[in-house]
């Protein structure tokens, strides 16, 4: 065993890069290493870094730089995005020790015990994304977190002109049905009850394999698994929203009436310019069909403001289109220019000012509407609330529409179902009482 042994891993991106990540940790823990907290000195140190844009990748330079700082004499070793699209970046960083791109991770646990043992020059190994594999991984350690993420699929076949990220995950792989149920019972085993599926593109899943078993078809066989309460999914592209998608899922109990969709613009002008695959008239009639057929349904969406050539107009129409579709969150993004990708290359950039007053004005907006949304959850309304943590005064959770809720309590619940009376709304959360 290696208790004696201490390591970090530290996460940058997205919910896949989260799941990788807790997978690399398990399994250090399987092998007797210690896992630390970040910032304390440790023997091995593993940075799982992002690339979706050029802010990541600062911020990715920058992490590594400073675990090197916190522990000097630590195994470096460097995965992820920024690593696959820069490996001559990140090996020429003073200090790290090994660099990988996203195809091996499930190897690195064994190669840091390895490079524990004989360590020299910067060694960069980066295998292949293109290969069509799936790098499958599993579960490592007991799961102790309330929800626990499921990587069903990696990489994506789009083309979008703003993103490099095809570059960094290559195209669309999924892992079996067997594998995925698999980790679900196992999961479910050591007391967890809610899974996320997602994947780089979650509504690809299905894609490469070729029997026609898709998405929907994956969802239903999760939620036969015993013990597993809730299923929610990663972000979807709304032309995955389609009536034969809703109608295969709209009778699955334990798939919880919340979805987070890629939409980026509310334009159809604006859309086609990124060079994504609906139209605003496709995203509002797959929209309203999902609210028809899932009751209480919430959804969230991603929307970048001032792409390459958005207009006054354009934005006028991105506001109009989220004012009447009623998205109870936004996370809103000033586009940012990310070199190697088309749109970094377009004319009519969008001055920064811009950007930064229509995100603000979208913001404003939105604010408004959830004010509206979030009376219908007031006075009395009584839904079921998985808990997650405790402060000492107060337990934290989510509805099944994944609207947060607070409430008043003497201990714990974390991991569990309660039914709960909410009574009003303030700073973010739902303040409830438990039943």
């Not at 050591?190 to 026609?212: F, H, M, P, R």
């Not at 695959?277 to 057929?293: F, P, T, V």
């Amino acid at each position: 065993m290696n208790k004696n042994i201490s390591a970090t891993v530290l996460t940058l991106g997205c919910r896949v890069n989260q799941y990788e990540s807790d997978y690399i940790m398990e399994e250090l823990d399987r092998l007797g290493v210690e896992i630390t907290p970040h910032g304390k000195e440790c023997d091995i140190c593993i940075i799982n870094t992002c690339s979706v844009t050029a802010e990541s990748d600062r911020k990715s330079r920058q992490t590594i730089r400073k675990c090197i700082k916190d522990s000097p004499n630590a195994v470096i070793i460097v995965t992820g995005c920024f690593s696959q699209i820069n490996p001559e970046q990140a090996s020429s960083i003073e200090g790290v020790h090994y660099v990988c791109g996203n195809n091996i991770k499930s190897q690195i646990p064994k190669i840091a015990l390895e490079l524990l043992e004989k360590r020299g020059a910067c060694v960069t190994s980066m295998g292949s994304i293109y290969d069509g594999k799936f790098d499958v991984m599993g579960v490592g350690a007991p799961i102790t977190r309330t929800r626990a993420f499921i990587k069903i699929e990696d990489g994506c076949d789009s083309k979008c002109a703003y993103c490099i990220i095809p570059k960094a995950r290559g195209s669309v792989r999924s892992n079996s049905c067997e594998n995925i149920t698999n980790e679900v019972k196992k999961i479910a085993e050591q007391g967890c009850v809610e899974v996320v599926l997602t994947g780089i593109v979650t509504a690809s899943y299905g894609k490469d394999l070729k029997n026609g078993f898709g998405l929907a078809e994956l969802i239903k066989e999760v939620s036969k698994i015993e013990g597993i309460e809730r299923i929610r999914l990663g972000s979807l592209d709304p032309s995955s929203i389609t009536k034969d998608f809703v109608d295969k899922i709209k009778g699955i109990k334990k798939l919880m009436p919340h979805f987070h969709l890629s939409m980026q613009s509310g334009c159809t002008r604006t859309l086609n310019s990124m060079r994504r695959k609906y139209s605003i008239d496709m995203a509002r009639a797959g929209i309203r069909y999902l609210k028809e057929r899932i009751p209480d349904l919430m959804l969230s969406a991603d929307v970048i403001t001032g792409f390459p050539g958005e207009s006054d107009e354009d934005f006028s129409e991105t506001l109009k289109f989220f004012y009447e579709e009623k998205f109870w969150h936004l996370h809103i993004f000033p586009y940012s220019i990310r070199k190697g990708t088309e749109a970094s290359l377009m004319k009519n950039q969008v001055p920064d000012p811009v950007k930064k007053e229509r995100l603000k004005a979208l913001q404003a907006q939105q604010a408004q509407i959830k004010e509206e949304l979030v009376k219908k959850y007031t006075d009395g309304y009584e839904t079921s609330v998985l808990f997650e943590t405790f402060d000492g005064e107060f337990v934290y959770g989510h509805t099944p529409n994944f609207i947060e809720v607070k409430a008043p309590a003497g201990e714990s619940f974390s991991g569990k179902l309660k039914a709960v009376r909410l009574l009003g709304y303030e700073n973010e959360y739902l303040i409830g009482e438990i039943i």
